[in-house]
């Protein structure tokens, strides 16, 4: 599957970006997506994923309230929709896919990686 990530940004504390994800190359039904994000100087860390299958996201404890994941499955596109960015959120931000082995679980790594998209906060 090849996944290319689009929509960062430049954008002040507080506003709002919405990050896309699109799919192709194999069907998502048996997989989820996730973003993870990058800072310079830092290990990548997970920010969110979504399961296919039936749409169920998941957070890390940074984003959530804040952070919302979708998946559209027509048009085989994930969104992160970021709301009340912080500068901390300033981080290259990569989507990434994973086969699920079984119904309503998680894949155990994340095979499948886009390039990244740069979102910056500024103070």
């Known amino acids: ?13 507080g506003d709002s970006l919405r990050l896309s994800c699109t799919a192709s ?3 998502l039904s048996s997989s989820a997506v996730g973003w993870f994000r990058q800072a310079p100087g830092k290990e990548r ?13 998941k957070y890390t404890d ?8 979708s998946r559209d499955n027509a048009k085989n596109t994930v ?23 079984l119904p309503r679980s ?10 990244g998209t740069l979102v910056t906060v500024s103070s």
């Open 79 to 101: 969104a992160l929709q970021m709301n009340r960015l912080l500068p901390e959120d300033t981080a290259a931000y990569y989507c990434a896919a994973g086969v699920t082995t």
């Open 25 to 27: 190359g194999r069907t």
């Open 1 to 13: 599957v090849q996944l290319q990530a689009s929509g960062g940004g430049l954008v002040q504390a």
């Open 106 to 115: 998680w894949p155990r790594r994340f095979d499948y990686w886009g390039q």
């Open 62 to 69: 940074s984003v959530k309230g804040r952070f919302t994941v």
């Open 45 to 57: 860390e997970f920010v969110a994923a979504v399961r296919w299958s039936d749409g169920v996201p």
